[in-house]
């Protein structure tokens, strides 16, 4: 792994000189530097990236994520002695081995002469055999690898051997240029101009390091336009060139260049070449080329219309070469619609091509392009010349989908029958439908952009709707990944969506509240909420919580709020909250009395006095013994009158001293019946026969079976919650205007449903159960005019039975039925 940058600066400021190379993924092609001691034999019009050699390990990589292709470059400024800055990259090399020097550019450190080097024979760099082959194993691909410095293709495992590679794992000695076998070198030179590629001297340097000296021997080289030769060094790669014309055949090998003698390739031809059609419409002039310069004519693909050689029609084929077909109007040998023969006489006398073919009688027959195509309509006229008219029948037309038939008539027909069914088939994709309507294609290819979103959740796919999961994210970024607060990093390559490092260091924001940090370093925008304890007073200011963690601001005893609202007769009864209470009117009930009845108005709050509306509460009435119970409203006539009557009395006793009107807890307007009789006649043989807590009820308890009973000791709450929801139900029956009212009990056992089963049996009601188990539920029906109320309830009369004190059972009941009352009216 590379070093950080860190070491590698401190190490920027020795005097020494060091061979590197930029490293990059995207590097461009390397063009090795020739060894000329000069620049004038380098190639001209050709940009080199010349290696850099300076006292640092490496320049600064390029920056920037996978995507932008933009690369800033940096620039260095070299460390060289000037003894050796007019040498040429072997001499610099040389000088650096003998010295130990050299650094490695996969792991930038030294390359000790005792150590064993792979040099790449493109870029002539230097690098530990171990490192090489570390990149060798993890970047080769099917036997082909990558050079780290000029990315040049290379095959087969790196091996040490010498420079000119005759002699593998040379031996070391303090007389030769380390690592090289001290024999000639005897590699074959390169010259940069391909037209002078054609060396076959062998350097005669001892093995060395870098590229090999130009070729100095003295060849015979011929100028560009091969006038004219002259001798020049077989290394020399600048062309030759005199003052001559050129007069090299151009690209469409008729016309010749008329430039003077230069190294480059002749220009392509300018000049046109007119062409025709072979109609004589049209006229064109194309490039001229090899392949245009011999074609004279083409075809214009307009209809040819020369006139035949009867000269009465044209000719109706598209711009063809050659000679236009004969007219065929004359050779024709039977009448229009094939049937007949055409006679001797009849022959003889049609000599011109315009004359009309003579007919028959016969109906036409010929197959027209409606109706069925395994029967198609015949033409029913009569022999005729020129194209058949369209019949009169209807065709069974089917759309293009197949799915909509319809009768047309056939000379109605104008177009290709379309439904209006939208195809909704899916798509290749898998994830869209079809839209088009009366589709007929046989397969439904998706064109649309797939736009899903990658897994770094930053780019969207670019590829044309696919089935399945997108490709991963192939975008990267060449920078270090720094943590929040800058202690740990990641180093590039990174691909697009890596998370930053995790940080076990404290989080180091700043927070509003002053509190300490209890996190650690976080790449969140915002901090997670503090949960510091602290004391704040809730929305009302009622009283002072405690143990609130820091991050919630605002706080709610659940009191009632109590501010004063608007109307300034109420105040606010929701639970504490944050202002304003409520900004509309206000809506609760007027709790001012009623001047006649005392109760509270209970119209929405209003200003000014409260209206004369009739009273809706439910008040008590009874008869005069106390017996007979029921509830009215307070605007009842009756009940009016014995208000005004008591009224009266009270004033009447106080001699009009009391101005307010008396409290009546139960209005006696109700007429005793034979029961009160009955009770009251029971009342007065127990109090002569010292009776007490007799039981004045005339009727008789009823007879609830041994299972109720049982039950009824078990589970007392669940035998009182279906003798109210039966009592109720009986009672809201009662009092309906329809005939009949229905109670649905919850999900429940077989033993619960039993008991309602027959507990709805004393009340005279009708019980249904329904769904299977375990989702079992029982119906009950109480009848208006069938259903009656027991007297007592099956846990009343198991208390009896035990000896416990009697309890009235129409007490509850009662005052359900005053509760339900109320809220009708």
């Given at each position: 792994m590379p070093r950080t940058s860190r070491k590698r600066n401190n190490r920027r400021n020795e005097s020494t000189v060091r061979v590197t190379s930029n490293l990059s993924p995207n590097a461009p092609e390397f063009i090795p530097i020739a060894n000329n001691e000069t620049s004038d034999n380098q190639r001209e019009n050709v940009v080199i990236q010349s290696m850099a050699f300076f006292g640092s390990s490496s320049t600064s990589n390029s920056s920037g994520s996978h995507s932008n292709s933009n690369y800033e470059t940096t620039t260095t400024i070299s460390t060289i002695p000037d003894a050796l800055k007019n040498k040429g990259q072997r001499d610099l090399l040389i000088n650096l081995l003998n010295e130990s020097k050299v650094d490695c550019v996969i792991c930038y450190e030294r390359a000790k002469n005792v150590e064993q080097i792979w040099n790449c024979r493109n870029c002539y760099q230097i690098m530990h055999l171990k490192c090489i082959i570390v990149w060798f194993i993890k970047s080769h691909s099917n036997a082909v690898w990558r050079c780290p410095a000029c990315q040049c293709e290379m095959t087969g495992k790196p091996k040490y051997v010498c420079f000119c590679g005759t002699l593998p794992n040379p031996y070391h000695n303090n007389v030769d240029t380390p690592h090289s076998c001290g024999q000639v070198c005897g590699l074959q030179r390169k010259n940069a101009n391909s037209n002078y590629n054609d060396c076959h001297h062998k350097c005669t340097l001892l093995c060395h390091p870098g590229p090999c000296p130009q070729c100095v021997v003295q060849v015979l080289r011929s100028c560009a336009c091969g006038k004219k030769r002259e001798y020049a060094q077989c290394g020399q790669s600048n062309q030759i060139v005199c003052n001559n014309v050129c007069l090299k055949k151009l690209n469409c090998q008729i016309h010749e260049c008329q430039k003077i003698c230069h190294a480059n390739k002749c220009d392509p031809c300018n000049k046109g070449c007119p062409q025709m059609c072979?109609?004589?419409?049209?006229?064109?002039?194309?490039?001229?080329?090899?392949?245009?310069?011999?074609?004279v004519y083409y075809s214009c693909g307009n209809l040819c219309k020369k006139k035949l050689s009867c000269k009465n029609h044209l000719c109706q084929k598209l711009c063809h070469v050659g000679q236009c077909d004969p007219c065929i109007a004359l050779s024709v040998n039977r009448c229009p619609c094939g049937k007949r023969p055409l006679t001797e006489d009849e022959l003889s006398n049609r000599t011109l091509c315009i004359q009309p073919v003579p007919t028959c009688d016969q109906p036409c027959g010929k197959p027209l392009e409606c109706g069925p195509p395994e029967s198609p309509h015949l033409c029913e006229q009569t022999c005729h010349e020129g194209p058949c008219v369209r019949c009169e029948l209807k065709t069974k037309y089917v759309c293009k989908c197949g799915s909509r038939s319809k009768e047309i008539k056939c000379n109605s027909v104008t177009t290709e029958l379309t439904c209006k069914k939208k195809c909704n088939k899916m798509m290749s994709c898998?994830?869209?439908?079809?839209?088009?309507?009366?589709?007929?294609?046989?397969?439904?290819?998706?064109?649309?952009t797939c736009n899903g979103l990658l897994n770094c959740r930053q780019h969207r796919c670019d590829r044309v709707c696919h089935p399945g999961s997108c490709s991963m994210c192939y975008e990267a970024s060449f920078e270090e990944l720094y943590c929040r607060c800058g202690n740990s990093f990641i180093s590039p390559p990174i691909r697009c969506g890596t998370r930053p490092p995790l940080c076990t260091l404290p989080c180091s924001r700043e927070h509003e509240c002053g509190h300490t940090a209890t996190h650690i370093c976080h790449d969140e925008d915002e901090c997670p909420p503090c949960l510091a304890l602290t004391e704040k007073l809730c929305y009302g200011g009622h009283e002072l919580r405690f143990a609130i963690p820091c991050h919630i601001k605002n706080v709610s005893c659940g009191m009632p709020c109590g501010i004063l609202l608007p109307c300034k007769r109420h105040t606010c009864t929701k639970p504490c909250h944050a202002p304003p209470c409520d900004t509309g009117p206000c809506q609760l009930p007027c709790n001012l009395p009623k001047l006649d009845c005392s109760h509270p108005c209970s119209k929405p709050c209003h200003n000014g006095p409260c209206p004369l509306t009739a009273c809706k509460i439910m008040v008590s009435v009874s008869c005069i013994c106390g017996n007979l119970?029921?509830?009215?409203?307070?605007?009842?006539?009756?009940?009016?009158?014995?208000?005004?009557?008591?009224k009266a009395q009270s004033m009447s006793l106080l001699d009009n001293i009391v101005d307010s009107s008396p409290i009546i807890k139960s209005y006696k307007i109700l007429e005793c019946t034979t029961e009160c009789a009955k009770l009251e006649r029971n009342?007065?043989?127990?109090?002569?026969?010292?009776?007490?807590?007799?039981?004045?009820?005339?009727?008789?308890?009823p007879r609830y079976s041994d299972f109720m009973k049982d039950f009824a000791k078990k589970d007392v709450s669940f035998c009182n919650y279906v003798h109210e929801k039966l009592a109720e139900l009986v009672t809201n029956a009662k009092q309906s205007k329809q005939n009949s009212r229905s109670h649905s009990f919850e999900v429940m056992k077989y033993e619960k449903r039993k008991l309602v089963h027959e507990y709805s049996e004393h009340f005279g009601c009708e019980s249904v159960a329904y769904d299977a188990e375990p989702n079992r539920n029982v119906v009950v029906t109480a009848l208006k005019e069938k259903s009656w109320l027991p007297n007592y309830s099956v846990v009343e009369v198991v208390q009896r039975e035990s000896g416990c004190p009697r309890v009235n059972p129409f007490a509850s009941i009662q005052k359900r039925n005053t509760v339900i009352l109320n809220k009708k009216f």
């Open positions: 072979y109609c004589g419409k049209s006229e064109r002039i194309v490039p001229c080329t090899s392949e245009n310069a011999m074609v898998g994830k869209h439908r079809c839209m088009v309507v009366c589709c007929n294609a046989q397969e439904h290819i998706c064109t649309r119970t029921e509830t009215r409203l307070c605007s009842d006539p009756k009940v009016i009158e014995y208000r005004l009557q008591v009342r007065r043989i127990a109090l002569a026969l010292q009776i007490r807590n007799p039981d004045l009820s005339p009727n008789v308890t």
